[in-house]
């Protein structure tokens, strides 16, 4: 790897699984290992896992510090977390600075004010354009100069270990709750604070006729409050005395649960991604895995907050989401009744594309593509204001 990059991943965090969450993006070459360098900045825990542990599938690292990137003038840097040292990073105005984000998801925390500090923004399709918009984090006006770029699903993470069931054939129930979250926003919120989710969990099990049901924890659960991690686990030994083969899928779940899951729930099978699991119906909260499971086409509802969404996401969610306190057995079967054509609708809602060709792109053909738009500077070259 030479010392400057003609463009490069900037990545701090302060949780060590941070780098597992963006491997899916080398594995599908939307990165390149040997091309596309991680400019990493090298917190305690991060050095800790380094020491016992290689990055997935040959990842190159480089540590540096925020204000100090070994990028080329012109050159490109995409930045997959919001972190506060990226304010420093960005002020290399010799480079262009893309923000990329790790998946695409409803939250808050996907459409901050703070995204003006970088040069472009890359956004899987209408839906994450009109977040900003209705913000009024961008306006229509920069949008069409082409600050936002649509990018499809290439930001997307991907579960490579689960795919649709056959028809006709039975499959897992696959919930997948969220993190807590920072703030008090109506969407930062998880489904596992309330043991009731565990029940509709059981009720929804029933209805799509599956006796399996995989848990998927995001990996960072439980790390502002601890309690949920008890929740957790009181939670997976209710579904297993109803009676379900339950199994857990925490290959990237944080260190406290999973070592509270080996000492307490040491009768429940782990899954380590090896195999493909054939799911029937997935259940989720607001969260970027809403994305994989249209992107997998696995069938799924969304398990929404008591808190209001922003009405422009009313629709999005009419015939998608589920609460607590209602009966859940009349909304999944309207939806059931009518799933393809409402998961083609929000399909086309999420995905877009700023380019004719470029769904049907390789990973690499949409990395060379994203280069070339970005190094071309087609908003900032015709635009007399400098970022923000």
């Not at 601890?226 to 290959?251: N, T």
Request: glycine letters at 6%.
């Amino acid at each position: 790897m030479t010392s400057i990059a003609d463009h490069g991943i900037y990545l701090d965090s302060p949780i060590a699984s941070a780098i597992q969450q963006i491997q899916p993006f080398f594995a599908a070459d939307i990165f390149s290992a040997t091309q596309t360098p991680l400019f990493l900045r090298m917190r305690a825990l991060v050095r800790m896992r380094l020491l016992v542990s290689r990055l997935p599938q040959g990842i190159q690292h480089v540590p540096v510090k925020p204000g100090k990137l070994p990028i080329a003038d012109g050159g490109v840097v995409f930045y997959p977390f919001n972190s506060q040292s990226n304010m420093n990073a960005v002020t290399n105005r010799r480079a262009h600075h893309v923000l990329t984000l790790h998946g695409e998801s409803n939250k808050l925390a996907s459409n901050r004010p703070v995204a003006r500090l970088y040069d472009y923004i890359c956004i899987a399709g209408p839906v994450a354009r009109d977040r900003y918009i209705d913000a009024g984090i961008f306006t229509p006006a920069e949008v069409d100069q082409g600050r936002l770029v649509m990018v499809g699903d290439s930001f997307v993470q991907r579960m490579n270990w689960i795919s649709p069931a056959p028809a006709g054939q039975e499959g897992a129930l696959l919930y997948c709750p969220t993190w807590e979250g920072y703030g008090n926003g109506a969407d930062n919120y998880t489904s596992i604070s309330s043991q009731a989710v565990f029940a509709l969990c059981a009720d929804a099990a029933r209805i799509v006729r599956t006796d399996t049901i995989i848990v998927k924890p995001h990996p960072y659960l439980g790390l502002l409050r601890h309690k949920l991690l008890i929740d957790f686990v009181k939670g997976v030994r209710f579904l297993k005395s109803k009676g379900f083969i339950v199994k857990l899928a925490v290959m990237d779940a944080s260190n406290p649960l999973r070592l509270l899951a080996a000492a307490l729930l040491r009768d429940i099978e782990w899954i380590d991604g090896s195999e493909r699991h054939a799911i029937s119906f997935g259940l989720t909260d607001v969260s970027g895995v809403e994305a994989i499971f249209l992107r997998q086409r696995i069938p799924f509802m969304t398990i929404r907050s008591k808190g209001e969404m922003p009405v422009a996401l009313k629709n999005y969610y009419v015939r998608k989401s589920l609460n607590m306190i209602d009966d859940v057995e009349r909304p999944i079967r309207a939806y059931l009744e009518d799933e393809g054509c409402i998961d083609d609708r929000q399909r086309r809602l999420v995905f877009g594309w700023q380019d004719d060709g470029l769904e049907a792109k390789s990973g690499q053909e949409r990395r060379e593509w994203l280069l070339n738009y970005v190094r071309n500077d087609p908003y900032w070259r015709t635009s007399k204001v400098e970022p923000l």
